[in-house]
């Protein structure tokens, strides 16, 4: 059998391109080279895409994108290509055709269901969630919604929409009477904590409102949680697998930009310091929550277990980062799957998934 062919994309029109390098290049460096071939494609920050040939090493500190061989090139939505066409200087197109994408992309223009959206047109296996599940994961408006249908708790929360700003001391009166202080103040669609912020008192949130605003049209503001904050990796189709828990110690007063990447002091423990009676519980929400959302491939369910013992879900991550100290792979790895067979049992996922026999 000739080697499956995979395409790992990277990078992306997102303000988590960077982790996003960082995620990629453990991928790529794990794959297993016996069973995938493996293609690189670059997204640039400003979404150029590029087909690259060069050092793995320079994925991470951003030399792939000066590369003289990249070669310019598009995922066509036509499935009769069944991959991309490079676009060679002289202006001939090729049809490099693959087997199965490996998007490692984080936040919006990857996690969100546009590139999810395209490969399905496409029709071309990928890994992790649909193109409706990775939207409806994406923005925390509707998968509060739709977890709440579910029976599944959520922080109690009032959303915004933009033309509400006209009318912000009515709302923040409204919020006031439905939530206390301190609230999370959020972006419907971000990531990475960009744009959050914990408010105290009313000038806070409104200044927190404002903020939020200037990074999306929809702004959501919740209640504050008081507890642990602890992440369960979920993997799988059907059936999917619930891992055990690992816990978040933020150095920062929240786990906001800062405490998640430039904090050394933020520390991630597994297993969480909890009973196996709560353990139990919070994996089977991770299942409950990731089959309410649709979730496919692999997903990340982030939880609080609050003070009063509640399980409530904060949000589901649909590509989770990917780096050597990611809680995801960690969190495997600790329940005795290696990187590598982690890698190659999402491929499979994907495959299996789209109903393709390559074997
Ligand atoms: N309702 C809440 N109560 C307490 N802390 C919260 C709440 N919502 C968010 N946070 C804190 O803010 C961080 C970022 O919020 P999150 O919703 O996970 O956004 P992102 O998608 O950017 O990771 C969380 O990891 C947590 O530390
Ligand atoms: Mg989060």
Not at 191 to 202: M, P, Q, R, T, Y
Not at 222 to 237: F, I, T
Request: charge should be negative; hydrophobic fraction near 35%; charged fraction near 25%.
């Amino acid at each position: 059998m000739s080697r499956i062919r995979v395409a790992v994309i990277f990078g992306g029109k997102s303000n988590e391109h960077d982790v996003s390098l960082i995620s990629a290049t453990h991928v790529i460096k794990s794959i297993s080279r016996e069973k995938y071939k493996v293609i690189r494609i670059g997204i640039t920050k400003k979404g150029h895409w590029l087909k690259y040939i060069g050092d793995v090493d320079d994925i991470a500190n951003g030399q792939w994108e000066k590369h003289p061989d990249n070669v310019p090139c598009v995922l066509s939505p036509d499935p009769l290509h069944k991959g991309f066409l490079v676009i060679d200087e002289d202006g001939s197109v090729s049809n490099l055709k693959i087997d199965c994408v490996f998007p490692v992309l984080h936040g919006k223009n990857g996690e969100d269901g546009t590139i999810q959206g395209l490969l399905q047109l496409a029709q071309i296996p990928f890994v992790g969630c649909d193109m409706i599940s990775s939207a409806n994961c994406m923005d925390k408006d509707t998968t509060h919604t739709i977890l709440e249908a579910h029976g599944i708790k959520t922080a109690k929360w009032v959303t915004l929409i933009e033309s509400e700003l006209d009318m912000l001391n009515d709302k923040c009166k409204q919020i006031e009477s439905e939530l206390t202080y301190p609230m999370f103040v959020k972006p419907a669609n971000c990531g990475s904590s960009v744009g959050i912020s914990k408010a105290h008192n009313l000038d806070e949130l409104k200044r927190g409102i404002k903020m939020a605003f200037t990074h999306d049209t929809k702004v959501l503001v919740e209640q504050g949680l008081v507890g642990v904050e602890c992440e369960c990796a979920v993997m799988g189709n059907e059936n999917p697998y619930a891992s055990t828990i690992g816990e978040i110690e933020a150095a920062n007063e929240f786990y906001d930009y800062d405490a998640k990447y430039e904090n050394a002091a933020s520390k991630v423990i597994i297993p969480a310091r909890f009973d196996d009676d709560t353990m139990t519980k919070i994996r089977e929400e991770a299942i409950k929550a990731y089959k309410a959302m649709g979730c496919g491939g692999l997903a990340r369910v982030d939880f609080f277990l609050c003070d009063n013992n509640e399980i409530v879900v904060n949000e589901i991550n649909t590509l989770p980062g990917h780096t050597s100290i990611s809680m995801y792979p960690k969190l495997m790895e600790y329940d005795g799957m290696p990187f590598e067979e982690q890698e190659d049992k999402l491929i499979k996922l994907a495959i299996d998934r789209a109903g393709v026999d390559y074997e």
